[in-house]
């Protein structure tokens, strides 16, 4: 099978990448390489014969077109998008633009493809979206595939729209989409503006922990590597037209998941003053409309795929940090790109 993986040098898609390529796929990786994308995120397999790159935007018809034509995949992976919710405060343009014009265009572009080719039977588009499009949630309950709508940030509003958007083309051409919501992943290779990234950086550098507000906010954590199986089982086994919430198992407020961090940072690489990394948190003002929990109910996933995280938090964690210690030739090259170490997203 031939995919094409939208996104491919970022976070979450360089990890589908990693993953398909050593299970044999062919894959062509298309990306538009942005602040956030880095090719050395797929270096472990750029020199397989079954990987080939594509630089190009989504919002590209004519690139699109031509790269359907050239590679004829048998299947869309669809991750690329603009993620970070601070970023959308400051500038929702750019999410409007790549995450609902981007995977319109991608969507036609597929359609037409599809069709051109007798509508063959085995072609899937998997749309690979977020929690955040179900809103906030109180202390008690869980998000479900049928929880409503509700998003909340210009961020999950555009990945809603790109949903409903991926579910038109399902009913309306009968184009055959599988999607996928999914928690806070961390992990490997995590762009250096997200909360994990941040903390394991700052606490090295000597620097504040920033949490904002009370650290009260709750997330389901995903190990990005247990996501990338999630997926592929999805684009094996899902039901067409079906949507599953993908989910770590792993609840935690976020003052707790800084603490985890800075305890497993004072067992691996100890402060000289041998005090604690937790002595660096720091409570700053909190995100405009920032919602208070997020948790999926993961049982269609169970049911009906067989699929669960394969990592708790502490794992995963403690795996992160030991990837950020033995990688900083990685992270320290992306210290300078634009908006790294900066507060983003006040809403002034």
Known sequence: ???????????????????AVKQGFDVVNVDALTYAACLDNVASVSASPNYSFEHADICDWDAMVRIFETHQPDAVMHLA???????????PGAFVLTNVTGTYTLLETARRYWHSRGRFENFRFHHISTDEVFGSLDAEGQFTEDTPYDPRSPYSASKAASDHLVRAWSETYGLPVVLTNCSNNYGPFHFPEKL???????????????????????????????HANALLTVLDKGELGRSYNIGGENE????????????????????RDGKSYADQITFVIDRPGHDARYAIDPTRMQTELGWRPSVTVEEGLALTVEWYLNNEDWWRALQNREGVGQRLGTGK
């Open 252 to 271: 935690r407020t976020n003052l707790e998941l800084v603490k985890t961090l800075c305890a497993i940072l004072d067992e691996k690489r100890p402060r």
């Open 196 to 226: 994990v990234p941040v903390i394991i950086l700052n606490a090295l550098a000597g620097k504040e922990l920033p949490i904002y507000g009370d650290g009260s906010n709750v997330r389901d954590w995903l190990y990005v590597e247990d």
């Open 81 to 91: 998008a603009e993620s970070h919710v601070d970023r959308s405060i400051d500038g």
């Open 1 to 19: 099978m031939k995919l094409l993986v939208t996104g491919g040098a970022g976070f979450i898609g360089s990890a589908v990448v990693r993953q």
